[in-house]
């Protein structure tokens, strides 16, 4: 299985970026996707996970509605659509998948749990002036 993640770079405050996410190696389309986040020095975070249909998403509070995620199913992949970025954001931006039909809230859950998540190897975003 592989998960690869797109999109990063730099930004400067109050700019949009858009990650995307694919997913590639499982024999079915029965898994769950999730966006989480890195910055030096902390721990890792969820953002925002799909559940494994694509219908229902969620979304960590402290984003404040500044990101929207999105699953296309006939792509196996996963958008993160940022905007109004702060300094903050600054982190490598992670994408994981689990095997299964998870809800969007274990999704979120799981792999910061675990070790039976995929994970990319990571796009880094930094905003900055």
């Known amino acids: 299985v592989q998960v690869m993640e797109s999109g990063g770079g730099w930004v400067q405050p109050g700019g949009s970026l858009s990650l995307s996410c694919s997913v590639s190696g499982f024999d079915s389309d029965d898994f769950a996707m999730g966006w989480f986040r890195q910055a030096p020095g902390k721990e890792r975070e969820r953002l925002a996970c799909?559940?494994?249909?694509?219908?229902?998403?969620y979304y960590s509070k402290f984003l404040e509605g500044r990101f929207y995620a999105s699953r296309d199913y006939v792509k196996d992949s996963l958008t993160l659509q940022m905007t109004n970025l702060k300094t903050t954001d600054t982190a490598m931006y992670y994408c994981?998948?689990?095997?299964?039909?998870?809800?969007?809230?274990?999704?979120?859950?799981?792999?910061?749990?675990?070790?039976?998540?995929?994970w990319g190897q990571g796009t880094q975003v930094t905003v900055s002036s």
């Open positions: 799909s559940s494994w249909s694509g219908r229902d998403i």
């Open positions: 994981a998948a689990l095997r299964g039909r998870f809800t969007e809230y274990d999704m979120c859950r799981i792999p910061l749990r675990s070790s039976s998540a995929f």
